[in-house]
C-alpha cells in the first residue's frame, strides 16, 4: 500500500504498537465503535527486545504496505523503534502518543493519503484532551 492507494479496502493502513495491551485495547475499541478495526495491524512489545520491536514494525510494514506508525510513549522502546524505521524511509510517518480518538479519525478518514490522514488524526487527538475541575 501507498499513498495513492486512498481508500484501498480490505488492507491496513497503519500499524498500532504499545506496551502491555495498550495497542490491542485501543483497536478493539476502534472496532467496538465502528468496526474499522481491520484498517489497523495490532503489535504487542510483550516480551520484545528493541530490536524484535523494529523488526516486527518492518515485517508489518512490508506485509500490508503500511505508511503509518502509532505508538503510546514518545520515548518509549516502540517509537525509538519507529523513529530508525521513518529514518530509514522518509514514506513512513510516526504519530506517537497515540489515543482513540486519534485511531478513530485516521480510520475514518479515507479520502486522503494515509500520511496525509495521520497528520490531521493527530491535531484531533491532541484537542479531545481536555482537563475538567480544578
Do not use: W, Y
Not at 489515543?99 to 480510520?107: G, K, Q, S
Not at 487527538?125 to 482537563?131: E, F, M, R
Amino acid at each position: 500500500m501507498n499513498d495513492e492507494m486512498i481508500g484501498v479496502p480490505d488492507m491496513p493502513r497503519a500499524i498500532v504498537v504499545g506496551h502491555g495491551e495498550f495497542a490491542g485495547g485501543l483497536v478493539s475499541a476502534v472496532g467496538q465503535i465502528c468496526g474499522l478495526a481491520d484498517k489497523l495491524v495490532v503489535l504487542s512489545m510483550m516480551g520484545k527486545t528493541p530490536e524484535d520491536i523494529e523488526g516486527a514494525i518492518r515485517e508489518q510494514i512490508a506485509r500490508t504496505g503500511a505508511r503509518v506508525i502509532f505508538t503510546d510513549l514518545p520515548a518509549g522502546s516502540a517509537t525509538l523503534a519507529a523513529r530508525r524505521i521513518v529514518k530509514d524511509d522518509p514514506g513512513v510517518v510516526l504519530v506517537s502518543g497515540v489515543n482513540l480518538a486519534t485511531l478513530l479519525d485516521f480510520v475514518f478518514n479515507t479520502s486522503v493519503p494515509p500520511t496525509e490522514a495521520a497528520r490531521a488524526a493527530a491535531e484531533r487527538g491532541k484537542a479531545s484532551l481536555i482537563v475538567v475541575g480544578r
